[in-house]
Antibody, heavy 120, light 107 residues
Framework: EVQLVESGGGLVQPGGSLRLSCAASGFSFSNYAMSWVRQAPGKGLDWVSTISGRAVNTYYADSVKGRFTISRDNSTNTLYLQMNSLRAEDTAVYYC?????????????WGQGTVVTVSS | EIILTQSPVTLSLSLGERATLSCRASQSISRYLAWHQQKPGQAPRLLIYDASNRAAGIPARFSGSGSGPDFTLTISSLEPEDFAIYYCQQYTNWPITFGQGTRLELK
C-alpha cells in the first residue's frame, strides 16, 4: 500500500524559509516522479513542482520558480520541498503526491498534507 | 498554460440520481485528463485517468469520457459518500493544471 507522510509545516514569517519532507513507502520510490501540490484555505488544487524518479528533471510553477526547490533522496525514500522567501500567498496545505509511472502522468496517490502558514 | 474550466460550480442532486460533471480545456489535451475527488478535511483521491480509466478500487458507478477539449465525469447513481468536490487535472504539458472544482452537494 502506498503511504506518503508529510512533515515540516508550521508558522513562518514573510521572507522566511521552511523545508517540507515526505516519507514514502509501499512502492519502488526511485521509479516514480513525485510532486508537490498545494491548496490555499477554501481554494482549489494548485500544482507546485515535480521531480523525475532519478532527480534528473525538475519542473516548477511560475509562482514558485526561483524560491522553491524540489529534491529527493532515493536512498531514504524521501521527497523534499525547500521553500525560501515565503509570502502570505504561499499559505496552504501542501500535499506530497506520487505520479503514475512514466513521463507526464497523473497523480495517483496523495499524502494527507502539511499546513504552512506565512504570517507575521 | 492550459486552463481547465469545470461546470457547474455547484451541483445539487439527490441520492440515486445521476451526476454529470464537465471539464473543458483551453486547448486540445488528447485524453490526458484525470479526475480527483476530495472530501472535507481529506486529501484528494484519484478516480479516473486517461479520460476514461478507473483507478484501482474505484466503484463502477464512476465513469469518464471525452477527448480533446471536452470531458465528462458521470456518477450513475449517487451514494451518500459521493458528495464531495471533484477536480479535473491535465497532464499534457507543463505546467500541470487543475480545474477550479465542482462541488457536488446533497439536495
Amino acid at each position: 500500500e502506498v503511504q506518503l507522510v508529510e512533515s515540516g509545516g508550521g508558522l513562518v514569517q514573510p521572507g522566511g524559509s521552511l523545508r517540507l519532507s515526505c516519507a514514502a513507502s509501499g512502492f519502488s520510490f526511485s521509479n516514480y516522479a513525485m510532486s508537490w501540490v498545494r491548496q490555499a484555505p477554501g481554494k482549489g488544487l494548485d500544482w507546485v513542482s515535480t521531480i523525475s524518479g532519478r532527480a534528473v528533471n525538475t519542473y516548477y510553477a511560475d509562482s514558485v520558480k526561483g524560491r522553491f526547490t524540489i529534491s529527493r533522496d532515493n536512498s531514504t525514500n524521501t521527497l523534499y520541498l525547500q521553500m525560501n522567501s515565503l509570502r502570505a500567498e504561499d499559505t496552504a496545505v501542501y500535499y506530497c503526491a506520487k505520479d503514475d509511472h512514466g513521463y507526464l502522468r497523473p497523480i495517483d496517490s496523495w499524502g494527507q498534507g502539511t499546513v504552512v502558514t506565512v504570517s507575521s | 498554460e492550459i486552463i481547465l474550466t469545470q461546470s457547474p460550480v455547484t451541483l445539487s442532486l439527490s441520492l440515486g440520481e445521476r451526476a454529470t460533471l464537465s471539464c473543458r480545456a483551453s486547448q486540445s489535451i488528447s485524453r490526458y485528463l484525470a479526475w480527483h475527488q476530495q472530501k472535507p478535511g481529506q486529501a484528494p483521491r484519484l478516480l479516473i485517468y486517461d479520460a476514461s480509466n478507473r483507478a484501482a478500487g474505484i466503484p463502477a458507478r464512476f465513469s469518464g469520457s471525452g477527448s480533446g477539449p471536452d470531458f465528462t465525469l458521470t456518477i450513475s447513481s449517487l451514494e451518500p459518500e459521493d458528495f464531495a468536490i471533484y477536480y479535473c487535472q491535465q497532464y499534457t504539458n507543463w505546467p500541470i493544471t487543475f480545474g477550479q472544482g465542482t462541488r457536488l452537494e446533497l439536495k
